[in-house]
């Protein structure tokens, strides 16, 4: 098992910037693939950013593609996401979530049934 918690939402305004922050415990962090989906009301969950176990890969949506940035200390077993440039539509609850199943030749890395363990969200409000 592993658990997931998520801190550093709040409120900003457009062109702010902010960075989230997940805490691991539990199973081996070192060797999971990380990743943070969000949530906007009334919307599915959406794909935002993974980076592999090792940190070599990072893959990120087209819509937050040059102003977010996924890093990992598997020291301290945290993964964060850097958010810069944010937009009113960038408002959702931000999830992180974990895998420990191979990123590569799976059509579900960027699905929320790629991965096995959720944390319980953060909320990210960018007013105009």
């Keep these: 098992q592993v658990q997931l918690a998520e801190s550093g939402g709040g409120l900003v305004q457009a062109g702010d910037s902010l960075r989230l922050s997940c805490a ?9 693939n990380m990743g943070w989906f969000r949530q906007a009301p009334g919307k599915a969950r959406d794909f935002v950013a993974v980076i592999s176990w090792s940190g070599d890969g990072t893959y990120y949506a087209d819509s937050v593609k040059g102003r977010f940035s996924i890093s990992r200390d598997n020291a301290k077993s945290t993964v964060y996401l850097q958010m810069n440039s944010l937009k009113p539509e960038d408002t959702a609850i931000y999830y992180c979530a974990a895998t420990y199943i191979t990123l590569y030749g799976r059509s579900t890395w960027n699905t929320q049934a790629g ?4 944390g319980q969200g ?4 960018v007013s105009s």
């Design 24 to 32: 691991a415990s539990g199973r081996a962090f070192s060797r999971a």
């Design 115 to 118: 991965y096995e363990y959720w």
């Design 122 to 125: 953060t909320q990210v409000t």
